[in-house]
T-cell receptor
Framework: DTAVSQTPKYLVTQMGNDKSIKCEQNLGHDTMYWYKQDSKKFLKIMFSYNNKELIINETVPNRFSPKSPDKAHLNLHINSLELGDSAVYFC???????????FGPGTRLTVL | SQQGEEDPQALSIQEGENATMNCSYK?????LQWYRQNSGRGLVHLILIRSNEREKHSGRLRVTLDTSKKSSSLLITASRAADTASYFC??????????????FGTGTRLTIIP
């Protein structure tokens, strides 16, 4: 069974559109994350959620908004998409601080 | 700037040889982790070494950590074609607000030649 799943796997859309990426984990973890991997393969943390509270918010534009309906889900909403948003977005989760972080398979977003 | 930087950026070796990748970081850490990413796929956690550990083994993997030099190395012995992937080090540290943050390096692209 997939531990951390993301949908969709690929997303191609026009500039200016609003889109969402969904993430679900079935590990019972209490902290979830979103990472962005750019074309140079550099991974940068965007958000983390612990028990529905945002505890890390790196300097990402407010066009990006994480939404966590429950502990097992952390969705990423992006408004007014820009060309520079094209990247691979990874969801991750962790049970305890300092423990192993499990990553989803990634969502490749292409903005045209 | 990013916390971890891997060296080399790319490495090609013959199957059966050992591969060594290095990672340097800048701030104090709780632990350091190595991940593998196959082309077009997600990240797979390989091994975690805590700041009070100096060496750790897992199968064909050997990781060292030198906190005085703020560096780590990943050794893959008896490499196989399936080891071809990008390898990332990630440092786990507390932010100023007391929250943990996992920061990734730029990665080493390892190619194993059959």
């Amino acid at each position: 069974d997939t531990a951390v799943s993301q949908t969709p796997k690929y997303l191609v859309t026009q500039m200016g559109n609003d889109k969402s990426i969904k993430c679900e984990q079935n590990l019972g973890h209490d902290t979830m994350y979103w990472y962005k991997q750019d074309s140079k393969k550099f991974l940068k943390i965007m958000f983390s959620y612990n028990n529905k509270e945002l505890i890390i918010n790196e300097t990402v534009p407010n066009r990006f908004s994480p939404k966590s309906p429950d502990k097992a889900h952390l969705n990423l909403h992006i408004n007014s998409l820009e060309l520079g948003d094209s990247a691979v977005y990874f969801c991750a989760s962790r049970y305890a601080q300092g423990g192993t972080k499990y990553f989803g398979p990634g969502t490749r977003l292409t903005v045209l | 700037s990013q916390q971890g930087e891997e060296d080399p950026q790319a490495l090609s070796i013959q199957e059966g040889e050992n591969a060594t990748m290095n990672c340097s970081y800048k701030t104090s850490i709780n632990n350091l982790q190595w991940y593998r990413q196959n082309s077009g796929r997600g990240l797979v956690h390989l091994i975690l070494i805590r700041s009070n550990e100096r060496e750790k083994h897992s199968g064909r993997l050997r990781v060292t950590l030198d906190t005085s030099k703020k560096s780590s190395s990943l050794l893959i012995t008896a490499s196989r074609a399936a080891d071809t992937a990008s390898y990332f080090c990630a440092t786990d540290a507390w932010t100023n607000f007391g929250n943990e943050k996992l920061t990734f390096g730029t990665g080493t692209r390892l190619t194993i030649i059959p």
